[in-house]
């Protein structure tokens, strides 16, 4: 069974604090693993996939990385608009649907 | 170009009444995916539906829950008889194709009486 764990639950910064959001996964062959941010009351907006192990994608102040098990998401000098639940998912290689964790509760303050 | 559509927003039902949940895909989208979201809970897979076929129905309850995709109109998913543990907000993900990336809709936020 596909499994993804997120840590840390929540993780309180301040503005220009950098830090790193953790994703681990247990998949039985990955095609690809996702990114998504979410906000109070919203659907999750997509942000990265990584398909391979060394990969990297970048989108302003996030850079999401990817190893065999494991994927971070960098953020760099966020800003309190960077505030939202990131979450992970792994695709298994032959099939469409995702399979999440349970998000890490990002707050910037400013 | 408009995003996934869902609706209604907010559904308030009793206990034993019928939902229906009506998501329109992406344009150009023919692959669609509903979610569950529970409280502190993540987002756990559903059923996957490509016009006028179930592909993978292996998330969803046996009973009381069905989906369809019809050739014309919304996907919708339908819960018989609900109960308060349906309470959740119901998310609904299209994609060109299949194992391309899914893009979600705002959700339905059911809650049972």
């Known amino acids: 069974e596909d499994q993804v764990t997120q840590s840390p639950e929540a993780l309180r910064l301040q503005e220009g604090e950098s830090s790193s959001l953790n994703c681990s996964y247990t998949v039985s062959g990955l095609r690809g693993l996702f990114w998504y941010r979410q906000d109070p009351g919203k659907g999750p907006e997509f942000l990265f996939t990584?398909?391979?192990a060394g990969e990297e994608k970048e989108k302003e102040r996030l850079k999401a990385t990817l190893t065999k098990k494991e994927s971070f998401l960098h953020i760099t000098a966020p800003k309190p608009e960077d505030s939202a639940t990131y979450l992970c998912?792994?695709?298994?290689?032959?099939?469409?649907?995702?399979?999440f964790g349970k998000g890490t509760m990002l707050l910037v303050s400013p | 170009n408009a995003g996934v559509m869902q609706n209604p927003r907010h559904l308030v039902r009793r206990r034993g009444q019928e939902a229906r949940l009506r998501c329109s895909p992406m344009k150009g989208h023919s692959h669609v995916y509903w979610y569950r979201q529970l409280p502190e809970e993540g987002l756990k897979f559903m059923v996957y539906l490509q016009k006028e076929n179930i592909i993978d129905e292996s998330g969803m309850p046996k009973e009381r829950f069905s989906a369809e995709f019809p050739k014309e109109g919304p996907s919708i998913l339908r819960i018989q008889q609900v109960v308060r543990g349906d309470s959740a907000a119901y998310f609904c993900?299209?994609?060109?194709?299949?194992?391309?990336?899914?893009?979600f809709g705002p959700g339905t936020r059911l809650l049972v009486l």
């Open positions: 990584l398909y391979s």
């Open positions: 993900a299209s994609s060109p194709g299949a194992s391309e990336t899914q893009y």
């Open positions: 998912a792994v695709q298994a290689a032959g099939y469409s649907t995702l399979t």
